[in-house]
């Protein structure tokens, strides 16, 4: 009696990479796979205002910007650490809050597993430091409440429960970006090369 094939765990990347997803390595990891990945990714399940979705290769360039504001001198390794701070996104896809918790540790594993892959690869920490992933953590919490105010329907009452309350006030003048994927995609890449420039 034969046994049935194992179940396909790779994804054809449009480098040409074929990464496993239970198994990632670095060297299957390309970041115009990523910046494509995640330029096509919607945040908020796409429930968002504009003519485009808001991607979360724009959040994690939001992301980055706002941590960078918060820690001023930080270094670009962990500004890199930041950007990437959702890469596994780009095959995993974006999945709310409520989604996650449902689905489970599985989720979180394979996350995990992807996160410490995309580290490597680009000359990170497979796990960051603890005071880093907070500092990450917490610009990802203000990128998120802004996104629920300005295109996601919230309140600010709402997003002050959800997400920690109103951003520092030296913040206050950063807003969204919405634009086509191609645009978004070419900003991700760009930034990540000058941010490696630096390293």
Request: aromatic content about 8%; overall charge neutral.
């Amino acid at each position: 009696m034969s046994k049935r094939p194992a179940p396909r765990a790779w994804q054809r990347m449009l480098s040409g990479r074929r990464l496993d997803l239970l198994d990632p390595t670095p060297v299957d990891i390309e970041i115009e796979d990523i910046a494509h990945g995640l330029s096509f990714v919607a945040r908020w399940n796409g429930q968002t205002r504009g003519d485009w979705p808001y991607s979360v290769a724009e959040h994690s360039l939001l992301v980055e910007q706002i941590f960078d504001r918060l820690n001023p001198g930080i270094g670009a390794r962990w500004q890199l650490a930041a950007l990437l701070h959702d890469a596994p996104e780009y095959v995993l896809g974006d999945m709310i809050s409520p989604v996650k918790a449902a689905i489970g540790m599985g989720y979180g594993q394979l996350d995990d597993r992807l996160t410490a892959a995309v580290h490597l690869r680009f000359g990170l920490p497979a796990a960051l430091p603890v005071p880093i992933k907070k500092e990450i953590k917490r610009a990802d919490r203000i990128s998120a409440w802004f996104e629920a105010t300005e295109i996601a329907g919230f309140t600010r009452t709402e997003a002050d429960r959800f997400f920690g309350g109103p951003p520092p006030a030296g913040l206050l003048d950063l807003s969204l970006v919405l634009r086509p994927p191609r645009d978004c995609r070419s900003a991700f890449v760009a930034r990540h090369a000058d941010i490696l420039s630096r390293i």
